[in-house]
């Protein structure tokens, strides 16, 4: 560092610490203060999977949130986000931070859960960006934040003009860029929306305030419009009129395994033609195949030809198809370290080629797959999935779905617990006390 | 829905990224703690020490501005403070470490500002605080820990996905947070990366990366290491002389000396009734343009507040903004006869914007003033002794004066303090008197 630059970085040092100085006499001061003062406090809120733990209640959210990404096993919506795994740990954190005397009961639970779910679909409609499979933000810390935010000041209680302030907090705490998709840092995307939203609701709670017409588009200023290019907020119908959730008309997708959404869609493909090669060849004989060819939408961060983590493996297309062509099935076995790396695996990875038709738009709700096995005599086998087995259009039955729910929480809890839980969401809105959910994972 | 994410999450506690985040979070639970600039009665963690001297910091708007645009120390130095700390391995971290980090967490914001040329002009759509200043921190804080490169890069990967928040929160309450979260999360994202943690190494080259937050993000490879150029060294910081949104320093001072050739002298009232007009011709910035704000927060991102109120007084200080004189009839009826013009060659940079203040009077005689460098920019440092009158007229009902002057000496010998937490010492309000072996100078 030459004289100036010490001299110069040692005034800013001094003129920032006078700055701090006088700054701690504000009143944002002592709200984010007392905010910060929690901290000091108990930790009360549940982590999935350690009976013994209890953090403090945003970061139990956080914690809680990483996990349900943490796999890309988490449900997805349309237009794109991962809803739930945005709301839910904030407001089962939220639920246990409560005195015992004003718990919500079940039925305030899942209408906050609602409330969360609903905002987030709102606000993805207010850009027509937000239809397609996203390229710059990852949608969950943008509208996963404002949904939490929402969620948990419908569980708190806050008054409307909190609840304004909330959302606008909130924007202040979202946003996070696609490219650390398929990285490890992915799911703190979902950990952190979840938590900022609770903070925000916090924040708004204690009194501290944002700008009311964020959720506007001011050009010159961007509010929430920052993050998306094309942005065009419309005025919803007013409370007390008869309100439509979006969830009526448009329902989830859930995984059956875990990866990005796109690969169901190629798996299922995969799935099929494996079969039509098997009947043909009489069992699965790679070395009858000359080349693989997918006809898959285009979409950078999940086109990986050959992905050295479990985090890109998930979202490869190329990996997932010849994972289902190799192995018959796709579960979260195949995403292991040994597995990825497999000799086979890696021979059929080297014959696949990509293309990407015209008609094979971006969108989770437009895509398909298509796998193609060129073969060394010339016939050409095709598989195709235009509807993967839980997406929206083709819902996972209520046995799929517990299965899938007994499979994954087997790695971590005993039986009975695993169907206490079961009882209990089952019968949720007859809960009064909605903390017990908590309790019990 | 929530059946299924439940059976999600439990089996997400078998990750690998969810043991880092635990272990990461169970920090919390522990004894670790960091000084409340100004408080001795209590401390934090330091993740949340971060957090509340960043608030403090950003709180009124008064602290240092940059070129290209951020306001950069108040995203690195509270964490750094913090994590002085609260070291790891209880390790002794000396005056020259701490300055060392924070140049990093400077140069880290300057180099990503000028990969986009959008970034030269008062932002419109994030607040560079929240994008650069959070990879600032994670870059002065992964100095500091001395994390190895690897780690590094994951720092900033991480970061990244911390970064970002829209500029419509200007001018409210939750501004100041802008940078009380950059300093959190940089701080946040370096301990995550030196859990293990890891993110997309090629953050800073991708479109979907950093470029995710400009429209025209276009990063080039930097100076060897070599005979590096710091970019302080050839651009100074702005340092504010009252509280206020930085464009209104221009205005400010053309204003007082409008003031000087309207009234004979520094006592006399301005005659406010023989004033038909003001005009101030401003660059074009939506954010500062309030006619006739109602908060402390919009005053001080207000062109028109300002002009008003160093015509009235002669000049700003932090007690413009006291909720009174936000309010008095005297403004109040000044402002009202106030408009601003955006002549198409004053460009909304703070390198080149200039701002002239035009008072006509009944009668029809106008007395003009234009400034085009204010007393503070980097065109016009502030002189030491101005720089220090700043710092003692701050921190007067806050510290003692021991702790005042020990502060200062430290930060003037920075380089040579052996353990920079007598720095944190003096901020929390004890003097140099009760702890003499901390004050070691090598």
Not at chain 2, 386 to 413: C, R
């Amino acid at each position: 560092m030459s004289p100036t630059v010490r001299q110069r970085s040692k005034r800013m040092i001094l003129d920032s610490i006078g700055v701090g100085l006088v700054g701690s006499t504000t009143p944002v001061f002592d709200i984010a203060l007392r905010y910060c003062r929690l901290y000091s406090s108990v930790a009360v809120s549940s982590v999935y999977g350690k009976p013994g733990v209890k953090l403090s209640p945003t970061l139990a959210a956080f914690t809680n949130g990483v996990a349900t990404h943490s796999m890309d096993f988490d449900d997805t919506w349309h237009p794109a986000t991962h809803p739930s795994g945005a709301i839910l740990p904030a407001l089962l954190a939220a639920s246990q931070m409560l005195p015992p005397n004003t718990k919500p009961n079940g039925l305030d639970f899942l209408l906050a859960f609602n409330v969360g779910l609903e905002v987030q679909g709102r606000l993805m409609h207010f850009s027509t960006e937000a239809h397609d499979i996203p390229k710059r933000f990852h949608p969950p810390s943008v509208v996963g934040t404002l949904g939490s935010a929402a969620a948990t000041a419908k569980l708190l209680s806050l008054s409307s003009a909190q609840c304004c302030h909330a959302l606008g907090i909130a924007a202040s705490l979202a946003g996070a860029p696609m490219a650390n998709a398929a990285t490890q840092a992915k799911p703190l995307h979902v950990g952190n929306a979840t938590r900022l939203g609770l903070e925000a609701a916090l924040l708004a709670g204690r009194g501290m305030e944002a700008n009311p017409l964020i959720l506007d588009d001011i050009p010159g200023c961007s509010g929430f419009s920052a993050f998306y290019s094309v942005y065009q907020p419309k005025p919803l119908s007013a409370p007390g009129e008869h309100h439509e959730f979006l969830l009526e008309k448009q329902d989830i997708a859930f995984k059956r395994f875990p990866a990005h959404l796109g690969m169901h869609w190629v798996v299922d493909a995969a799935l099929s033609v494996r079969n039509l090669f098997i009947n043909y060849a009489g069992s699965f004989s790679p070395s009858l195949i000359r080349t693989i060819m997918l006809k898959i939408p285009v979409s950078k961060y999940i086109n990986r030809p050959f992905p050295s983590s479990e985090h890109q493996a998930r979202h490869s297309f190329q990996f997932n198809a010849c994972a289902a062509l190799l192995d018959g099935e796709v579960g979260l076995g195949s995403f292991s370290e040994s597995s990825i790396h497999r000799q086979e695996l890696r021979e059929l990875l080297d014959k696949v080629v990509v293309e990407h038709p015209e008609d094979n738009v971006a969108n989770f709700d437009k895509m398909y797959g298509e796998v193609a096995l060129l073969l060394h005599t010339g016939d050409v086998l095709t598989g195709k999935c235009d509807t993967f087995y839980g997406h929206w259009r083709k819902p996972l039955s209520k046995e799929s779905l517990l299965k899938k729910f007994r499979s994954n929480a087997s790695h971590v809890l005993p039986e009975e617990k695993i169907e206490a839980i079961i009882t209990l969401v089952d019968n949720l809105e007859n809960l009064s006390d909605s903390s017990q959910l908590a309790c019990s994972l | 829905m929530i059946l299924d994410t439940l059976g999600v999450g439990l089996l997400g506690t078998s990750t690998e990224v969810f043991h880092k985040v635990t272990q990461y979070s169970k920090i919390y639970s522990s004894d670790l703690s960091s000084t409340i600039w100004g408080h001795l009665d209590f401390r934090l963690p330091p993740l949340y020490a971060a957090f509340v001297n960043g608030v403090a910091v950003h709180s009124m708007d008064f602290d240092d501005t940059w070129h290209p645009a951020t306001h950069p120390s108040g995203a690195v130095l509270p964490a750094l403070i913090a994590l002085s700390e609260a070291f790891p391995q209880k390790k002794n971290i000396s005056g020259l470490d701490l300055l060392l980090a924070f140049n990093v967490g400077i140069e880290v914001q300057g180099r990503l500002l000028h990969f986009s040329r959008e970034a030269r002009n008062i932002p419109r759509r994030f607040h560079p605080p929240a994008v650069v200043g959070t990879m600032g921190s994670a870059a002065a804080c992964a100095k500091l820990l001395a994390l190895d490169q690897l780690e590094c890069k994951n720092a900033l990967a991480i970061a990244a996905s911390y970064a970002g928040a829209p500029l419509a929160n200007a001018a409210t309450q939750i501004k100041p947070l802008h940078i009380g979260n950059a300093a959190k999360n940089g701080l946040e994202a370096a301990c995550l990366a030196l859990q293990g943690l890891q993110g997309n190494k090629q953050i800073l080259d991708m479109e979907s990366g950093m470029g995710a937050f400009y429209t025209d993000y276009n990063p080039q490879t930097l100076p060897t290491l070599q005979s590096y150029p710091w970019l302080l060294d050839q651009q100074d910081v702005a340092i504010k002389r009252f509280p206020a949104h930085l464009a209104t320093h221009w205005v400010a001072d053309a204003a007082s000396s409008v003031r000087r050739k309207l009234v004979e002298s520094s006592e006399s009232l301005l005659p406010i009734d023989k004033i038909e007009k003001v005009i101030l011709k401003v660059p074009e910035v939506k954010y500062v343009n309030r006619p006739s704000p109602a908060s402390e927060h919009e005053a001080r991102h207000s062109f028109q507040f300002v002009a008003c109120s160093a015509l009235l007084d002669g000049s700003m200080s932090v007690q413009s903004f006291s909720s009174e004189n936000i309010q008095r009839p005297a403004l109040r009826e000044l402002l009202c006869k106030t408009q601003l013009e955006h002549p198409p060659d004053n460009t909304p940079s703070f390198d080149s914007l200039y701002c002239q203040v035009s008072v006509t009077l009944r009668g029809g005689s106008t007395i003009s003033d234009r400034c085009t460098t204010f007393y503070g920019h980097w065109r016009k440092p502030l002189e030491k002794e101005d720089l220090e009158k700043k710092f003692q007229s701050n921190v007067l009902n806050i510290l003692p004066t021991e702790a005042m002057e020990g502060i200062i000496e430290t930060v003037y010998n920075l380089e040579k303090v052996e353990d920079c937490s007598v720095l944190s010492t003096f901020l929390s309000g004890q003097s140099a008197r009760a702890l003499p072996e901390k004050l070691r100078f090598l």
